[in-house]
């Protein structure tokens, strides 16, 4: 099983320039026989306290990345902002190799006027049993119940975290690598860039290796 993790570049309110660097950054990661890439949190509109008008593209962007998916045979991962009745959720999708979505989870951690998840669901691939949560997620009590209760073989946090002091540094990593111990499970970690970063633990919240800024993360599951 081998994993992409892409920090990618993320411009707010600008879906056709986020697009291009999409296409760009899959292409990049294909050439590393892949079979999932994961992109950051609504990589494709950003988002700004409370703009919710990217969650318009949600059927266009779904289509797009599903074409991509079929096309390359991989399993795609990335966040994006869902209309729902009269509000929007903070979501994120795993589309399978043939184009399907498989797995979508709507985010816990969310302050008012966003709708809230209420559930942690898994997927079973050829690979093992696959969750996503996304960003502040992490340190979610409740989130941290159902990934108990689910026990995925591996976890993918799509993240924007851009920390009031600049760079993530080893306080951040430690904070990650401490709520993973908890959820025993193996996790890739996506930040948007900047700042950027990507990292995997293992179960016990060991950090196995880590990107800098908007390199791409290559890790093989053996």
Sequence with gaps: MRVVLVPMYVKYNNF???WEEFERRFDEAIGYNLDF????????TGFKEWDFS??????????RVSEFARENNVYVIFGLLEPYKNCTYNSALLIGRNGEVLLKHRKFQEPMKFCTGNTVKTVKTEFGKVAIIICGDLYNK????WIKRKKPDYLFVPMEYSPDYGEINERDIKAMSERVKLFRA?????NSFPPGGAWVFDEAG???VEAIGNELLVFAVL
């Design 206 to 208: 060991n950090l196995l």
């Design 37 to 44: 890439v994961v992109f950051p949190e609504y990589c494709f």
């Design 142 to 145: 409740r989130i941290l119940k």
């Design 16 to 18: 056709n320039a986020n």
């Design 186 to 190: 193996k996790t890739f970690i996506v």
């Design 54 to 63: 990217g969650a318009e593209l949600y059927d266009e962007i779904v289509e």
